[in-house]
């Protein structure tokens, strides 16, 4: 009897549901229908990046293995400045490491995080701190503790101050541009990342407001941006390197940050500034591209903001990323040729004369170029 009440009882229920949307307008039906595909899409997205799958499995003993996003379409390592910082200061200290583009967050909820003999970290400076106590590199050897000062708080500058400002570019006022390049594939490819954008974009005007840059308008954000810009561009003057002709760490942090104006918001504030009025962050974004990225390609006119007034007659070269997953110099070295320069036309595209090419080296006048490992990428 309770069965057949409970039975009634919904029948009662669906036919109100129907007949109320029989009497709603047009637009509210529309509004249900989207609303059910949207959670439809957002549940299958859910799915493909948290569910368990199975995985090889993965021994971290004396390996370093690095969890990050996927690799974005354009050739850019990555769109997550802290990911990109991450990998590119594996690189610096010459730590060979395996990526793992699984999508899976650190317990803490963070990208990127690093395993290594069986023990997980996640925080870019928590990382980098490990590493540095667990086998001995250190970029800021070299430093004063008043040069380690500063080098502190620039990074800190750029990662919780010029963070943001990047974030709202890519995620809320370019994030249709940005949605192309995320690596999708299948028949919903498309509805996916117009989900995943979305999301990101949600997310990131909620944690900026939480901040409290994310309450000013975005004139205001660009404003503080800008400045953060510009003391950068003076700090560095003509330095190849922030803290003098040494790299240190805080160089992979802001190399991340400025990586995605350079070459993942084409039109937008950023790039017109480091591209235009700030060159010399230009010059050591490509600095730092050349040496520590050299499977990275880029064009010729991607290094300025007014491509039509470079004479560049290069042809083009691949901008695909190659995903190399183990990474090491001391292995790759190249002989260096008779004339001891270290640039080298097979990692970087043709192009003519310019401060670029007068000023961008690898660090050392004598130092050969670099070359990748064969591809040992494990992939989920």
Known sequence: MNAFLHFRSCCRDYGGIMSGLGSDSWWKKTLYITGGALLAAAAY??????????????????????????????????????????????????????NYFDGKLSPQG?????????????????????????????????LSPQERAVSRAVTKMVEEHLYWPIAYCQWVDNLEETQKLLAMNGPLRDALKWVLGH??????????????????SPEEVYSLMEKDMRTLATLLGDKKYFMGPKMSAVDASVFGHLAQAMWTLPGTRPEQ????ELINLAMFCER?????????????????????????????????????????????????????HSHASTHSPDTDPSLFDSDVGTGSDNEPPLKPKPDLEIEP
């Not at 021994?59 to 996003?69: C, N, R, V």
């Not at 379409?73 to 200290?93: A, D, F, I």
């Not at 990101?200 to 994310?214: A, F, P, T």
């Not at 500034?273 to 235009?276: D, N, Q």
């Open 45 to 98: 997205l859910l799915h493909e990046l948290l569910a368990i799958r199975k995985e090889q499995e993965l021994d971290s003993k004396d390996a370093i293995i690095l969890h990050q996003f996927s690799r974005p379409k354009n050739g850019v390592p990555s769109l997550s400045p802290l990911c990109l910082k991450t990998e590119t200061y594996l690189r610096m200290v010459d730590l060979p490491y395996q």
């Open 288 to 340: 730092m591209r050349r040496r520590f990225w050299p499977e990275w390609f880029v064009d010729a006119e991607d290094l300025y903001y007014e491509a039509g007034d470079s004479e560049s007659s290069g042809s083009a070269s691949p901008t695909g990323l190659l995903d190399f997953g183990l990474f090491s110099r001391t292995d790759t070295l190249e002989e260096s040729d008779s004339s001891g």
């Open 199 to 216: 999301l990101n974009g949600s997310m990131v005007r909620r944690e900026m407001y939480g901040h409290g840059i994310g309450r000013f």
């Open 110 to 142: 963070k990208m990127p995080w690093i395993e290594y003999n069986h023990k997980q970290v996640s925080g870019s400076e928590f990382i980098i701190d490990f590493l540095e106590e667990q086998l001995g590199v250190n970029l800021n050897s070299s």
């Open 273 to 276: 500034l480091i591209k235009g």
